[in-house]
């Protein structure tokens, strides 16, 4: 559902920096995500998720969050582990 409103949604200023529009939906699904969470709360995302929502590799996906962390967008808050299936969980750090 969080990517239904991003589809509806303007874009936030933090995804403007970006040229691909599949980026910017990820900027967008991550604000959508920690609005869904609460501001006081981690959200997860998994790379292969992005893939099937955002029509890029989980490849790209994974290096693209890991973009957004060093941009200051994201923050890391929990790792995830592959071998048992857990996604990342982040925080989303600029506006709502």
Not at 39 to 44: E, G, I, T
Not at 46 to 69: C, D, F, I, M
Request: hydrophobic letters at 40%; one cysteine or more; charged letters at 25%.
């Amino acid at each position: 559902m969080a990517y239904q409103t991003v589809l509806k949604m303007d874009l936030p200023e933090a995804a403007m920096q970006y040229e691909t529009v599949e980026m910017r939906q990820l900027v967008s699904l991550c604000r959508e995500l920690q609005r869904a969470a609460g501001p006081d709360n981690q959200f997860f995302l998994a790379a292969r998720t992005g893939e099937r929502l955002l029509g890029v590799s989980y490849k790209t996906v994974a290096s693209w969050l890991r973009l957004l962390r060093r941009d200051g967008i994201l923050k890391l808050v929990e790792p995830g582990n592959a071998g048992a299936r857990k996604a990342h969980r982040y925080r989303y750090l600029k506006e709502m």
